[in-house]
């Protein structure tokens, strides 16, 4: 009876896998962006909030050590753009480097406060994303936390951040980003999908080849991510007036950019 029974539940269970995909791609084309950033917040809240105190205290990964180090001076005003509850930022603050914090999830900022008023530290700790947030040309270094840049939506609010960077950035100011690789490359029939949801129901935006969109069931949001091809992250820098100094590929993407 057992054996007779494996193979046509595993294959109800793929269907409705797939059936699942489907229907949360569909999902996503109707949202608003409103919608869309609301979801995001509450992803990255309860992200920010389920981590430990242990978590933060690992410090930076290895991955980020041997990007981020080697393209930081001693005497560099970094803001770490999407700082969450703290980790990255306690991290570059305890090996001496003097940071700030931005981020726009109000529960992870306030994280943030605690965990730096706990160690007696004091940072600055901007409200708000990189897009809109009130910033001076103050920073000599722009990291973006893990793959924080792959969850802007669209291409165009992506290169504006990068413009609105560039006109802070000194001369010899630096951006550091890590992102989400397309491999593989995202199926094009999901996004189709997508942006016929968004086309029907008249959405605010429309979904763009590279993003990716997973149910959350546990706190009933979808979560949006955008993989990048090499040249397509390449091509953004370039569009925003940035300039590729450094870009590894081999794994997640690393990027280095500078004034062009």
């Not at 009876?1 to 489907?22: E, F």
């Not at 050590?65 to 991290?91: E, H, M, Q």
């Not at 763009?208 to 949006?224: K, M, Q, S």
Request: aromatic share 10%; glycine share 6%; hydrophobic share 45%.
């Amino acid at each position: 009876m057992r054996r007779l029974l494996t193979a046509p539940l595993s294959a109800v269970a793929l269907a409705l896998a797939r059936a699942s995909t489907v229907a949360t791609y569909a999902a996503a084309g109707t949202l608003t962006l409103e919608a869309l950033r609301r979801d995001a917040q509450r992803d990255w809240r309860d992200f920010g909030v389920g981590q430990t105190e242990l978590d933060i205290a690992s410090g930076l990964f290895a991955w980020e050590k041997d990007f981020c180090l080697p393209f930081l001076k001693p005497t560099d005003r970094i803001l770490v753009v999407g700082c969450g509850s703290g980790r990255d930022l306690l991290a570059l603050m305890d090996l001496g480097y003097h940071a700030a914090g931005l981020e726009p999830v109000p529960q992870c900022l306030a994280l943030a406060a605690r965990r730096l008023a706990e160690r007696g530290l004091r940072a600055e700790l901007i409200a708000g994303g990189i897009e809109t947030a009130p910033l001076a040309p103050r920073y000599d270094v722009f990291l973006f936390s893990w793959f924080c840049y792959s969850y802007i939506p669209l291409r165009a609010r992506r290169v504006r951040a990068l413009e609105r960077i560039r006109a802070l950035l000194p001369p010899d100011g630096r951006v550091l980003i890590s992102y989400i690789r397309a491999q593989p490359a995202p199926r094009r029939s999901l996004w189709r999908l997508a942006r016929t949801a968004a086309w029907a129901t008249r959405s605010d935006w429309r979904p763009e080849y590279g993003d990716v969109f997973a149910a959350r069931h546990d706190n009933r949001c979808i979560h949006y991510e955008h993989r990048f091809a090499s040249a397509e992250i390449e091509a953004e820098a370039t569009a925003a007036g940035l300039t590729v100094a450094f870009h590894d590929d081999a794994g997640d993407g690393n990027l280095v950019l500078v004034r062009g």
